[in-house]
């Protein structure tokens, strides 16, 4: 479901000469996404481009291919192109700021503390922040852009506008292809600060601190300052609780209101959180998904298994497993950058795939290439890529495996504990001995989601024989208690030396190749019709892999995913 940008001068005869060259290459489905080189006379939700939004839906409708909205023009969404803030000024997008205490001070700025420390008297205020999204237009001829003002998004009155500025017009003109044709709504990494043009501020809204204190259980007011002063005591810390209840009133604010309208409307919430490793969120999509851009994961490089931005795939196919979604999503390649070779690309894909990903987003089919739109975050990797003859049977291996992810039992007995943001340093390890795994939220722990015995964690499909806790300071006192049957049986293990063997010695899942391969991914799949394992060689030299039940060896070229049906001891 590749995004296909929108960026030119519209033409009735181009996009559906670029939607037969999408099926004929393998692609049945795209992403809508309005994008930055559209003329100003085909605005955000204007007539002209509702009315070619009309034409691709109803040409979808008549080929059995399949649509997702985008809701924004551009990104971050919340703003609906600065309509939200056009409509009622007051829902601009507002920020907690200290300054020195000697000016007066505007009507709408609210002091939340005055003070002098060392000779300086200071305020910290909420008040409105100079904050814009990236524009659907170019200014003359770019590459400067627009860029409308960002919204509150963490004030439930101005996504209420949001809501009925676009998906609310969604639905008044496409209703009927609704959860047919039309699959799911986009939504693109909602960031409380938008793209924030000043510096030294934090996200807020009107009244902030009675939600931050609501949502961690105590006066934050003590605290404030700890959010400009490097040498306040335990000062990361108390950035880490401010960010933290933020992220939660965001799921007040942003994502349940527009989870609960995608529900109400037979359509998916997709897209994805602004950060790669944030999982709490996903609850509120009914398609979870991530982002890979920015080449933050690369081939052969410790990126792929180390750091933050390599826990999205396992988070996003993690949450759809434990919440029971059909479907979940990866975004892939976007700014990569022009050197982007067909052999990344698809590692790209696989890296996602033997994750547990299976619907895959490439960014992105360019509809023109004219110009600054050739620059305007490569690469290009649909009908102008120079690929575009050998994408077919890319296109049949990816979606043939994305059903595979999507209707098969993954065998896997064994999570990790997380809080809202994944962890990865114990990760690395199980990656390199071929130790599949999920990630559980600490919250379906605690809110009955999952259910705790002495012999398992049942939670959806799956029932994990195995918890690995990474970080301790998770185990509050009503988290212990949860967990209690499963610690006392000692199925929870704190990370040691021996994680490996302490994990083969509790799980039931029997390791399916002769030693480990430092560089092989594996994930094992359970159909009907047996035992399906992916194999990815993801970095290094090829390699050779003896399988415990066969007699033949495999030989996996370095970046090659291949897929192997093997005895299934448990029928």
């Not at 479901?1 to 929108?6: A, I, K, N, R």
């Not at 101005?158 to 009927?176: C, H, K, P």
């Not at 509809?367 to 102008?384: C, F, I, K, L, M």
């Not at 495996?401 to 990760?427: F, G, K, Q, Y």
Request: with cysteine; aromatic share 10%; proline share 5%.
């Amino acid at each position: 479901m590749p995004f296909w940008f929108w960026n030119d001068r519209l033409e009735a005869d181009e996009l559906l000469r670029q939607i037969d060259e999408f099926e004929s290459h393998g692609v049945y489905g795209s992403v809508i996404h309005p994008r930055v080189g559209l003329p100003r006379d085909c605005g955000w939700m204007s007539e002209r481009l509702l009315g070619f939004m009309h034409l691709v839906i109803e040409e979808a409708y008549k080929r059995d291919m399949t649509v997702l909205l985008y809701d924004e023009g551009m990104y971050p969404s919340g703003s609906a192109s600065g309509q939200v803030v056009a409509a009622d000024p007051s829902h601009a997008c507002r920020c907690l700021a200290m300054d020195d205490a000697d000016t007066s001070l505007p009507d709408d700025h609210n002091v939340l503390l005055d003070k002098t420390i060392n000779n300086r008297h200071i305020r910290i205020v909420d008040r409105r922040v100079d904050s814009v999204i990236r524009g659907l237009h170019y200014i003359n001829d770019g590459p400067a852009e627009d860029e409308p003002a960002m919204a509150d998004i963490l004030n439930p009155d101005a996504v209420a506008s949001f809501i009925n500025l676009v998906y609310g017009r969604y639905y008044s003109e496409f209703g009927q292809h609704f959860g047919n044709t039309i699959q799911g709504i986009f939504t693109d990494e909602p960031n409380p600060l938008g793209r924030c043009r000043e510096q030294n501020t934090w996200p807020g809204t009107t009244n902030i601190l009675s939600h931050i204190n609501r949502l961690l259980g105590k006066d934050f007011a003590p605290y404030l300052l700890a959010l400009w002063f490097d040498d306040f005591p335990d000062a990361e810390l108390y950035r880490a609780q401010y960010m933290q209840a933020i992220r939660l009133r965001l799921e007040e604010t942003w994502y349940a209101p527009l989870s609960a309208w995608c529900g109400r409307h037979k359509v998916a919430l997709c897209g994805h959180p602004a950060e790669g490793d944030e999982i709490g969120s996903l609850r509120y999509f009914q398609t979870p998904g991530q982002d890979l851009v920015w080449r933050w994961v690369e081939p052969d490089t410790p990126t792929a298994i180390v750091g933050p931005e390599s826990t999205q795939a396992k988070a996003s196919s993690s949450a759809a497993l434990h919440l029971s979604r059909e479907r979940n999503s990866n975004e892939f390649c976007g700014a990569y950058g022009h050197e982007t070779t067909f052999d990344e690309f698809k590692w790209l894909a696989y890296w996602c795939l033997v994750r547990g990903v299976n619907m895959l987003i490439p960014h992105a089919f360019y509809y023109s290439t004219r110009g600054p739109r050739r620059d305007e975050r490569p690469p290009q990797v649909g009908p102008h890529a120079s690929w575009w003859n050998e994408f077919k049977p890319f296109a049949d291996q990816c979606r043939q495996l994305c059903h595979l992810n999507a209707t098969s039992e993954h065998v896997c007995d064994v999570a990790i504990l997380t809080s809202d943001r994944c962890p990865w340093r114990t990760v690395k390890e199980l990656y390199e001995h071929q130790v599949d795994f999920n990630y559980l939220e600490n919250r379906l722990l605690l809110d009955g989601t999952a259910i705790v015995t002495s012999n398992h964690i049942a939670i959806g499909p799956m029932h994990y024989r195995v918890l690995i806790v990474e970080d301790d300071t998770l185990l509050t006192d009503e988290l212990c208690a949860v967990l209690k049957p499963f610690e006392q049986a000692g199925r929870v293990i704190h990370t040691t030396a021996k994680l490996i063997d302490s994990i083969r010695a509790l799980s039931h899942i029997n390791s399916i190749i002769a030693g480990h391969h430092t560089n092989l991914r594996i994930r094992q799949l359970r159909r009907p019709e047996g035992l399906f394992t992916m194999l990815f060689n993801e970095a290094g030299d090829d390699i050779d892999i003896q399988l415990i039940d066969r007699a033949d060896r495999i030989s996996i070229a370095r970046h090659e995913l291949v897929l192997v049906q093997l005895e299934d001891q448990q029928q």
